[in-house]
């Protein structure tokens, strides 16, 4: 046990306690915090636009005045003086028209028309619409007009309903579902791609690096061949979860860097990329948990593969040869769970969950996005622990046969040969 | 040692005392790294077992053996001392020991500058010593050495003997490999000779070469080679710059070859040796080769 520990402990200082490592990290953190808070970054780096909008020469205002009931108030004049203390130079150029002069969608396609204000309902109980492309002025506008129209209410005043017209979409952003599937895909299925990849990169090249200098005789003839591989494989999750725990730390702290960004400064509050996630996942702490389990199961599996076809190569161009098929399955997954829901493949995602070389990237998605249900995922999750004890079971003593052996033959001789090996006698 | 229907050794059984140095002679692919292999326990032999001090080798004893392997099994991008402290590490030391031993025998060897150096960065020859050092770290009680003096120049295998000798004298068991007969001769007390996997010669190197009757006779002076030739038992002679060299099968014929020669005049050198391992060892293996 102590020599475990300590190759544990050796094998995950060699991973961490390294300039990559932690210059990586460095500039993973910053792009972290980068991306997420991008909306609020460009707000507050162009906020100094609303600032400029009251510079605007002339912003052409144009009012519909419907108002019923003792229709006594001047509204067009009164806004007029309001809005333009300075008449001679005037800043607001106000208009009174009728509801028939103009449309709405002629209204948002005229770039000369800025706002369009249309009073309507009663003094009483008025309502007002607003379309407005400078949206920084509706709160200006909104106490200008109730000053206005508390003058002439001042007995039971009630307070006007606002309605702020929205400008149509541009088709971009119609229909939050596929933007949502896509920030899913790639929020979830990337982060776990890669780093299922760093897994197999570090458990392949620590024990290749061992095996190719034969250091690896040495090694054994110090500790067992089975201590050696469980090492291996709890060093790289180890490292990973390490890995997963500082990425969450930089998603929280990036949370806090967009607090630095005052909600003040650029008018209105501008959500994080995260916020806008957590908004879209209602169920988000669950999918969480279940991202997490299956990228440490998922893993797991990827890392006993890897460290299989890492003791059957002989070089570091062996491994890199040997690890292909590991890689084309791992990449299998991440397409699957990149682009089969934004085909609506939801189906095909849901079989492909229960699947254990495909479920560790599939099958979060797949809950997240709905596919799955939570018995289903826990199904699926059961599924993939299952896979991973047999295939442990199995590939132990194939590892005690392989790690020490230096055959050049082909392949699926070699696997053969070692399978063939390791089960007909054991150390 | 069986891999499956190959046999790597057979039928192989020595046995070294404390303070013994064992030699263990073979060509390539004779089974000397399989013989190694399964004293370290990193292979199961298919019959027969390897005793240390009456208990199998196993992990509970490993950390009393220093293993030396042929080839370079060095991490090479590691520091000395890193790698040193990763292996001693290995061998259940602390790390204050590690340390303690690498100074001296970084200091024993010369080469106490490259402590912090980088494996890669080291002459053949220091990676050698590196190799070696890895190997005696836990001051083994049994020591195995694969060819340790492979590669070195004089000065170096010179450091090697004496760093050997000084484990003998402690009481540490030492099994060596080599090509290098002359070693071998004059280093141990015991040698097995492997071909093919199977038991040339075994035994006390002194009972070997007893044994083996085959003798030659170095003479300077006036001989008749024909003569000599034509003497019963005489397998061969051989006129070199400054003397003759007469092979004979055994002792007896060495008497048969002196009445000779006291007839000759100018003799000024008669003398019967005993044959070298070397010649031993291509006798015996040339012999096997013909069985096999």
Redesign the interface.
């Known amino acids: 046990m102590?020599?475990f520990s300590?190759?544990v402990t050796?094998g995950l200082k060699k991973r961490v306690a390294r300039k990559a490592f932690i210059i990586s990290n460095i500039i993973i953190a910053i792009l972290l915090i980068a991306v997420v808070n991008l909306p609020r970054i460009i707000s507050f780096f162009t906020s100094d636009k609303i600032d400029d909008e009251p510079k605007i020469e002339v912003i052409n205002l144009y009012v519909i005045d419907e108002l019923t009931q003792s229709q006594t108030v001047k509204i067009t004049d009164e806004l007029d003086a309001k809005l333009n203390p300075d008449q001679a130079n005037k800043v607001f150029n106000i208009t009174e028209i009728s509801k028939d002069d103009i449309t709405i969608d002629n209204f948002w396609n005229d770039d000369t028309k800025h706002i369009l204000i249309h009073f309507t309902g009663t003094i009483n109980e008025p309502v007002i619409n607003m379309y407005n492309k400078y949206e920084s002025l509706n709160t200006i506008l909104e106490r200008e007009i109730e000053i206005i129209l508390i003058r002439y209410k001042l007995n039971d005043y009630q307070r006007p309903i606002f309605n702020y017209g929205e400008a149509p979409s541009t088709g971009d952003e119609g229909g939050t579902n596929p933007a949502f599937l896509n920030s899913m895909s790639t929020f979830l299925v990337l982060p776990l791609f890669i780093l299922i990849v760093f897994a197999i990169q570090f458990v392949g090249v620590d024990i290749i690096?061992?095996k190719s200098?034969?250091?690896i005789?040495?090694?054994?003839?110090?500790?067992?061949a089975r201590m050696h591989f469980f090492s291996k494989i709890v060093a790289s999750i180890l490292f990973i979860i390490i890995q997963g725990g500082l990425l969450i730390v930089y998603g929280l702290l990036s949370g806090l860097v967009g607090r630095a960004f005052p909600a003040e400064a650029i008018g209105e509050e501008t959500p994080s990329l995260l916020q806008v996630l957590a908004e879209m996942i209602p169920n988000w702490p669950l999918a969480l948990l279940f991202a997490i389990l299956f990228v440490i199961v998922g893993t797991l599996l990827y890392l006993v593969l890897a460290s299989l076809f890492a003791s059957m190569a002989t070089t570091q161009e062996d491994y890199q040869q040997f690890q292909t098929p590991v890689m084309l399955v791992l990449l299998a997954g991440f397409y699957i769970g990149m682009f089969a829901p934004m085909f609506n493949a939801t189906s095909f995602l849901k079989l492909m969950s229960f699947i254990p070389f495909f479920s560790p990237i599939v099958a979060p998605i797949a809950f997240t996005i709905g596919s799955l249900t939570i018995i289903e995922t826990v199904i699926s999750l059961v599924i993939l622990i299952a896979f991973l004890v047999i295939i442990t079971y199995i590939i132990t003593p194939v590892y005690r046969v392989a790690i020490?052996s230096f055959e050049q033959t082909k392949l699926l001789t070699r696997i053969k040969s070692y399978f063939k090996k390791g089960f007909a006698?054991t150390? | 040692m069986k891999y499956g229907d190959f046999i790597a050794v057979h039928d192989l059984s020595f046995t070294i005392s404390p303070g013994e140095i064992f030699g263990l002679l073979g060509t390539n692919g004779a089974g000397k790294t399989t013989t190694f292999r399964m004293i370290m326990g990193l292979l199961e032999p298919s019959r027969g077992e390897v005793l240390y001090f009456g208990e199998k080798v196993g992990y509970h004893n490993v950390n009393e053996i220093g293993y030396m392997i042929e080839e370079r099994s060095l991490l090479t991008k590691y520091t000395v001392k890193d790698l040193i402290l990763f292996l001693g590490r290995l061998k259940d030391l602390s790390p204050d020991v590690i340390l303690k031993r690498l100074d001296y025998w970084l200091e024993r060897f010369g080469i106490t500058e490259y402590k912090d150096k980088k494996i890669k960065e080291l002459s053949k020859g220091n990676q050698q010593k590196i190799q070696f050092i890895s190997a005696v770290i836990n001051n083994p009680k049994l020591l195995l050495l694969d060819e340790p003096f492979s590669g070195l120049d004089p000065i170096n295998t010179q450091l090697f003997e004496e760093a050997i000798r000084d484990f003998q004298k402690q009481g540490s068991m030492i099994v060596f490999s080599s090509h290098q007969l002359d070693y071998v001769e004059s280093f141990c007390e015991q040698i097995v000779i492997l071909e093919r996997g199977h038991v040339v010669i075994s035994g006390h190197i002194n009972d070997i070469k007893r044994d083996f009757k085959r003798q030659k006779i170095k003479i300077i002076g006036d001989v008749d080679l024909d003569v000599l030739r034509n003497i019963k038992g005489v397998l061969s002679v051989k006129q070199n710059a400054k003397e003759v060299i007469v092979k004979i099968e055994s002792e007896e014929v060495a008497e048969e070859v002196f009445r000779y020669v006291s007839t000759c005049k100018n003799i000024k050198k008669y003398d019967v040796e005993m044959a070298s391992l070397s010649e031993i060892f291509v006798a015996k293996v040339g012999k096997l080769d013909e069985k096999i």
Do not use: G, Q
């Open positions: 102590k020599k300590f190759l050796h690096e061992e200098t034969k250091a005789e040495i090694i054994i003839s110090s500790v067992p020490l006698k150390k």
